[in-house]
Structures are given as C-alpha cells and as structure tokens.
C-alpha cells in the first residue's frame, strides 16, 4: 500500500523554526500523489495547514500559517516537506502528512486516502 513517515517534530521557543519531513513508500505510492500537512490540538478536531498538487507547482494554505509555513516536496526522493517559520504557541499540535491519488491540490480531510502516524510539534511562549 502506501506508507507516509514523518519526522523533524520537537520543543521550540516561539519565534523559531522546524523542517517536518514526510517520507513516502509502499508498492501503490505514485509522485503523481498530491499531498497534505495537517495538524490536530488536544481537544479539537484535525484541519488542514497545507496542501501541494503533484508536480510540486500549486500550493494551498490555511490562513494561520500562510507567510510563515512554506510546503514542498522531491518527488525523486519521495519526499514532501514543511518549513514552519515564526512558529507560535497555537502551532503546537501533532502533525500529519496525507496522500491522496488526485494530483491537485487539496484541502479537504476526507479526500486523503493515506494518512502517516503523526509528528508533535511544541511551541513554548
């Protein structure tokens, strides 16, 4: 099937910046995937963060992070990522990396197919 790993999570202070990486694999796994970054805070549901078609052209941010949080992805390597700048305490969440078939952009939960087991991302004040 298709696997997604994520990594690059951890503690920092506010202001500052992680690299979250997802590795994608598995028999069914095509670059012609699109891909997503989601997150989910205790006690609220996931939302979307951000959102890349499959050549890597067409990018969709949520609103919170838009001019600060930058997706990309290597297709050679498999690989998506997310540069997460000015980071604030409301950033800290768990983090998901997402797959879907659709090569476009897409910001909706549900139209992932493919979901990876998360990265915590703590911000401190």
């Known amino acids: 099937q298709v696997r997604l790993v994520e990594s690059g999570g951890g503690l920092v202070q506010a202001g500052g910046s992680l690299r979250l990486s997802c590795a994608a694999s598995?028999?069914?796994?095509?670059?012609?995937?699109?891909m997503g970054w989601f997150r989910q805070a205790p006690g609220k549901e996931r939302e979307f963060v951000a959102a890349?078609?499959?050549?890597?052209?067409?990018?969709n941010y949520a609103d919170s992070v838009k001019g600060r949080f930058t997706i990309s992805r290597e297709n050679a390597k498999k690989m998506v990522y997310l540069q997460m700048n000015s980071l604030k305490p409301e950033d800290t969440a768990v983090y998901y990396c997402?797959?879907?078939?659709?090569?476009?952009?897409?910001?909706?939960?549900?139209?992932?197919?493919?979901w990876g087991q998360g990265t915590q991302v703590t911000v401190s004040s």
């Open positions: 997402a797959a879907t078939p659709k090569g476009v952009e897409v910001l909706v939960r549900n139209e992932y197919d493919y």
């Open positions: 598995g028999r069914t796994f095509s670059i012609y995937y699109a």
């Open positions: 890349l078609n499959w050549a890597g052209s067409r990018t």
